[in-house]
């Protein structure tokens, strides 16, 4: 998947990611931007991508593993 991104920076409250770790466990964490980042819940990750505002996705494919993205949003 080609991602381009932004050639302005992005002003945004919050970073939401979904990554695995190396057993391939996903993590969830809610980052504010040279605060802090907390690990949530996968229900909370859901809630924030269904319902808030998003400006901004960055789908992240793993090297060698076409099929498996991680994925940040911002909003």
Do not use: C, T, W
Not at 37 to 53: D, G, M
């Amino acid at each position: 998947m080609k991602y381009i991104p932004s050639p302005i920076p992005l002003r945004y409250d919050y970073m939401f990611s979904a990554s695995s770790n190396k057993s391939g466990r996903m993590q969830y964490h809610r980052v504010k931007p040279g605060v802090s980042k907390l690990r949530i819940s996968r229900a909370e990750f859901i809630k924030a991508y269904n319902e808030s505002s998003i400006i901004a996705l960055n789908p992240i494919q793993l090297r060698g593993q076409q099929d498996v993205f991680q994925l940040e949003f911002y909003i």
